[in-house]
């Protein structure tokens, strides 16, 4: 069991690009969710998934689109990097949250 | 609105007991979460209320009164490992299983020797 994994760990983007960070569970749990931390704010929820082909928008969902095509496996795309999406993103999956490492993201 | 209130610090003893509140005001609640964080480190699920009243998981403990809108956690015999964020966040009602999760801004304990 690897748990959650993502990747990657740390990534440095200019401004417009694009990227996806990915994210991966092997415990067959329905439920995924992607969220930003930044300083003194909290976790913010970008979006969530409940199961293969049914995604849905968070909190914060602006700038960021999501796919969930197995149970596996819930991508997060970055479309054009602004500044303030620098932040660090955590994925989890399960209902009461099994957290992937994270990726520190900067963009420039 | 939603809002979740956390006090920003708690300092504590070695050994003691400390106690972290949280209120809330939400549309739709389904459940209370608590979420510990180690500096640079994923946050790692501590306990989840449904009901009223206290569930005891070990050294930590965790109330809920839904009417009032308040929860804490309750950390005893501290240990220095202890210090840490504490987060709680809500679960907000949806319909069939979409559930979204509001967290607080969180809790910084440190635990003195």
């Known amino acids: 069991n690897a748990g959650v994994t993502q990747t990657p760990k740390f990534q440095v983007l200019k401004t417009g690009q694009s990227m996806t960070l990915q994210c991966a569970q092997d415990?067959?749990?329905?439920?995924m969710s992607w969220y930003r931390q930044d300083p003194g704010m909290g976790l913010r929820l970008i979006h969530y998934?409940?199961?293969?082909?049914?995604?849905d928008q968070g909190e914060v969902p602006n700038g960021y689109n999501v796919s969930r095509s197995t149970t596996e496996d819930f991508p997060l795309r970055l479309l054009s990097a602004a500044p303030s999406q620098t932040s660090v993103y955590f994925c989890?999956?399960?209902?009461?949250?099994?957290f992937g490492p994270g990726t520190r993201l900067t963009v420039t | 609105g939603q809002s979740l209130e956390q006090p920003s610090e708690v300092t504590a003893v070695e050994g003691a007991i400390v106690q972290i509140n949280c209120t809330y005001q939400?549309?739709?609640?389904?459940?209370l979460f608590w979420y510990q964080q180690h500096a640079g480190e994923a946050p790692t699920f501590l306990s989840y209320?449904?009901l009223d009243g206290l569930e005891e998981k070990g050294r930590f403990s965790s109330f809920l009164s839904r009417s009032k809108g308040y929860s804490y956690l309750l950390l005893k015999e501290l240990q220095m490992k202890d210090s840490a964020s504490y987060f709680c966040?809500?679960?907000?009602?949806?319909?069939?299983?979409?559930?979204?999760?509001?967290w607080g801004l969180g809790t910084s304990l440190a635990v003195n020797p």
């Open positions: 939400t549309s739709g609640f389904n459940g």
């Open positions: 998934s409940v199961g293969a082909g049914i995604t």
């Open positions: 989890a999956s399960s209902w009461t949250g099994l």
């Open positions: 209320n449904v």
């Open positions: 966040a809500v679960s907000l009602n949806g319909a069939g299983n979409n559930r979204k999760l509001i």
């Open positions: 415990m067959n749990h329905e439920y």
